[in-house]
């Protein structure tokens, strides 16, 4: 093995005996009604991630880097495609970028017609703001339809 190697790994021994540290010092406290805070979103990262974490940041590339690099090859190979495979920093931005590739005019060479300006697209009622805004920032008109309780879709008779 290398000596880059051996860094590499003796420094992910070092993150992960720190992520076994915090772990067993930062046990769940018990709850108690009207006095524990409870978070609008949980989080769910188990070591593994967070020494990866840690890992990555400590590289400075505090955006994407090699793990993201990996992430994109390995995907585009998973889907066995050529094309390369780009990450987004967010769910919002991944809104965006798949439905502005609607109006992409790549869709005419495989005889596929783009949306145009002041075209309507059908999108849910009780959606999120982000499912909406990609609509009006490609300058199409989103048409509001109610959901189904018991399945959360669309009602395709409103469609």
Not at 61 to 69: E, V
Not at 76 to 104: C, E, M
């Amino acid at each position: 093995m290398s000596n880059e190697n051996n860094f590499a790994q003796e420094r992910l021994e070092a993150i992960q005996a720190c992520v076994k540290y915090f772990e067993s010092s930062n046990k769940a406290k018990p709850f108690i009604p009207g006095e524990t805070y409870i978070p609008v979103t949980a989080k769910s990262v188990g070591s593994d991630d967070l020494s990866m974490l840690i890992d990555a940041s400590l590289d400075m590339w505090l955006t994407t880097g090699r793990y993201g690099n990996k992430f994109e090859a390995d995907f585009s190979s998973f889907f066995g495609k050529s094309t390369k495979s780009l990450l987004v920093n967010s769910g919002s931005s991944a809104n965006l970028v798949a439905i502005s590739s609607l109006g992409s005019s790549e869709l005419k060479k495989m005889d596929r017609k783009p949306l145009e300006k002041g075209d309507e697209v059908i999108t849910l009622a009780a959606g999120f703001p982000t499912t909406v805004n990609p609509i009006v920032q490609n300058g199409w008109k989103p048409v509001f339809v109610d959901i189904d309780n018991k399945t959360i879709n669309a009602l395709p008779e409103k469609i």
